[in-house]
Nanobody, 122 residues
Framework: EVQLQASGGGLVQAGGSLRLSCAAS????????IGWFRQAPGKEREALSC???????LYTDSVKGRFTISRDNAKNILYLQMNSLKPDDTAVYHC????????????????WGQGTLVTVSS
């Protein structure tokens, strides 16, 4: 059974930082493209970032330069370092397995976990 458990969310002031983690199990982690998406109340899901097994990554424009995705294939853990947080970043953040991380990437997810809530106060 594929399991993806995100953690590390919380309340932070605008301009602050958080590091999210995602513990993965039930599938060959280092064979998969994985990534992060978020969903805020009343808004559509937003694909944030994807990362291939070799560490190459893509970001959506709204987080480029502020967020950094990384993975530890030995520990089956995915990370998202979030800096310069803004109130608009408030959402539930999910890690997920993705189909593709390259040209025309738009976040096509097969499996995801319950997510972790990030709240950024102004």
């Amino acid at each position: 059974e594929v399991q993806l458990q995100a953690s590390g969310g919380g309340l932070v002031q605008a301009g602050g930082s958080l590091r999210l983690s995602c513990a993965a199990s039930g599938f060959p982690f280092d064979d998969y493209v994985i990534g992060w998406f978020r969903q805020a109340p009343g808004k559509e899901r937003e694909a944030l970032s994807c990362i291939k097994s070799d560490g190459s990554a893509l970001y959506t424009d709204s987080v480029k330069g502020r967020f950094t995705i990384s993975r530890d294939n030995a520990k089956n853990i995915l990370y998202l370092q979030m800096n310069s947080l803004k109130p608009d970043d408030t959402a539930v953040y999910h890690c997920a397995t993705d189909h593709w991380c390259g040209s025309s990437w738009d976040g096509n997810y097969d499996h995801w976990g319950q997510g972790t809530l990030v709240t950024v106060s102004s």
